[in-house]
Antibody
Framework: EVQLVESGGGLIQPGGSLRLSCAAS????????MSWVRQAPGQGLEWVSIIYDTGYTYYADSAKGRFTISRDNSKNTLSLQMSSLRAEDTAVYYCARGVRVGSGDYFPYYFDSWGQGTLVTVSS | QTVVTQEPPFSVSPGGTVTLTCGLN?????????PSWYQQMPGQAPRTLIH???TRSPGVPDRFSGSILGNKAALTITGAQADDESDYYCMLYMTGGISLFGGGTKLTVL
């Protein structure tokens, strides 16, 4: 059974750093697309970042330069290192597994499994 | 800046049919965007309903269907039930690894 469990959320001051983790079971993170999606309180879903099975990484403009997605194959975990945090980064952060669709040099995907999320609150 | 658009709150009667759409502020949605749809109940993680425009995820009832209608992606619920009351989000694959979610549509069944 595929399972994703996020951890690492909490209260952090503006300008601070935080590292989120997502423990995967039932599959290997290294062989899949893995992503972070966030949801601010009362708002919609926002795509944040993805790491492909090849190791290529991509970021939303809101995350570029401040967030780093990575994976630890030995621990089968996904991480999101967040720095220079702002109030607008306050959200529930979901870990999601991506499934590639399409073929050739085109790499679209969708999410087939989601964690329950971890809340990050940026406030002084 | 590219924005994925979805309807404001919507309502449907029990047993009725409703179509939610997913568009772009500039340009048309096509199958090349591989539209996917997610259902999110209050306080819960999203659940995947449809991917690649019209492929249902395992366990999703066949009253949910996806399509392209004109220049938008569409999610149709045929024979709406009370437990279909939820927020619905579409996601479009843009390019270069980037995907975008729409703002979501809150569906009420009453």
């Amino acid at each position: 059974e595929v399972q994703l469990v996020e951890s690492g959320g909490g209260l952090i001051q503006p300008g601070g750093s935080l590292r989120l983790s997502c423990a995967a079971s039932g599959f290997t993170v290294s062989g899949n697309y893995m992503s972070w999606v966030r949801q601010a309180p009362g708002q919609g879903l926002e795509w944040v970042s993805i790491i492909y099975d090849t190791g290529y990484t991509y970021y939303a403009d809101s995350a570029k330069g401040r967030f780093t997605i990575s994976r630890d194959n030995s621990k089968n975990t996904l991480s999101l290192q967040m720095s220079s945090l702002r109030a607008e980064d306050t959200a529930v952060y979901y870990c999601a597994r991506g499934v590639r669709v399409g073929s050739g040099d085109y790499f679209p995907y969708y999410f087939d499994s989601w964690g329950q999320g971890t809340l990050v609150t940026v406030s002084s | 800046q590219t924005v994925v658009t979805q309807e404001p709150p919507f309502s449907v009667s029990p047993g009725g049919t409703v179509t939610l759409t997913c568009g772009l502020n500039s340009g048309s949605v096509s199958t090349s965007h591989y539209p996917s749809w997610y259902q999110q109940m209050p306080g819960q993680a999203p659940r995947t309903l449809i991917h690649s425009t019209n492929t249902r995820s395992p366990g999703v009832p066949d009253r949910f269907s996806g399509s392209i209608l004109g220049n938008k992606a569409a999610l149709t619920i045929t024979g709406a039930q009370a437990d279909d009351e939820s927020d619905y989000y579409c996601m479009l694959y843009m390019t270069g690894g980037i995907s975008l979610f729409g703002g979501g549509t809150k569906l009420t069944v009453l």
